[in-house]
């Protein structure tokens, strides 16, 4: 009765390093921006596309270096690569097949009943099939993906740009994170019912950063179930985790304060950092 989620890595020692680091380095940043630490960090989001502006903040001696990493431009790309590159094997890492029943009948259909729902603070709340995502204009890219653990692998994906599907449902002026929801429960069915699915949150900026791809092929073929297939995000700056496998739906949020742990993602709320940039 009980299946778990065939998964690998964050099993042991991962969660218990993350805690500290994540902690410490947001007690740093409130420390370093004092009372007025979110409007300070919401007006950096602004202007670090302003040269000028982000010289004088990189000097600025008060930052910490916790700060220092918010500030470069956020639409800076990540490093892309040659085909010759691409690694023989990309790894799989967390979950390999998610165990949940829902997935499992949507994969033995070949994911033909399968819809991305995009809603949220939206006008145009919408589910889009597998087909229709393909057709939409695609980007290839070879980029190194990083996950916390310490290994990297260098993989081709293609897919649709964030941006242009959230053009699509027209996200209203309140929202300000995409939240991701997966499909694949973490801890196994509970007696409670509790809801463990993975789930990852960006703000808009990477929403929207040339780079991030909803992507539906690796290496040239269908995106395989142990790296997430149908459909998973690529945020190429920053680590593995923030990249969400079994996409099932986008939710367009104002804070993801009052969704599960409150931070942001599944290992945010066991203590990793909700920005984690490369
Ligand atoms: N839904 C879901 N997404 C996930 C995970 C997961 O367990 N479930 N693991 C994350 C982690 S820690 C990493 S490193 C990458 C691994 O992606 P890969 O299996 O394609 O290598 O997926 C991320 N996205
Ligand atoms: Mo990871």
């Known amino acids: 009765m ?3 989620a065939i998964r690998s890595g964050h099993v042991n ?13 947001r007690h ?3 420390a370093a921006l004092g009372g007025a630490g979110t409007v300070a960090l919401a007006g950096c989001d602004r202007l670090s596309n302003n040269d000028a502006f982000v010289d004088v903040l990189k000097s600025a ?13 956020r639409k800076a790309m990540a490093q892309e690569f040659a085909p010759a590159d691409v690694a023989a094997h990309f790894r799989s890492n967390g979950t390999l097949m998610p165990a949940d029943a829902d997935y499992q009948a949507l994969l033995k259909s070949g994911f033909s009943e399968w819809k991305l729902q995009v809603g949220g603070l939206v006008e145009k709340p919408a589910a889009f099939t597998l087909a229709e995502l ?10 190194r993906h990083d996950c916390v653990e310490g290994w990297s692998s260098i993989g081709q994906w293609k897919g649709v740009q964030l941006s242009h599907v959230l053009a699509q449902v ?10 991701f929801r997966c499909a694949d429960s973490m801890d196994g069915p509970t007696l409670d019912g509790r809801d463990s699915r993975y789930y990852e949150s960006v703000d808009l900026d990477d929403a929207n950063h040339v780079q991030t791809v909803l992507a539906y092929e690796l290496n ?5 179930v142990s790296n997430g297939a149908p459909l998973r995000v690529r945020i190429e700056r920053q680590l593995g985790y923030k990249h969400a496998k079994y996409l099932m739906k986008i939710e367009l949020v104002e804070s993801f304060a009052p969704l599960r742990g409150g931070n942001g993602g599944y290992w945010e709320d066991n203590g990793y950092e909700w920005y984690a940039g490369i």
């Open 13 to 25: 020692g991962g969660v218990v390093t993350g805690i500290g680091a994540g902690t410490k380095r």
């Open 134 to 143: 393909r057709a939409m204009p695609s980007r290839t890219q070879i980029t």
């Open 28 to 30: 740093l940043l409130r």
């Open 61 to 73: 001696q008060h930052l910490s270096r916790a700060a220092h990493k918010i500030v470069p431009g």
């Open 170 to 179: 027209k996200p209203l002026a309140s929202a300000k994170y995409v939240v």
């Open 220 to 224: 040239g073929q269908a995106l395989p």
């Open 2 to 4: 009980k299946t778990k």
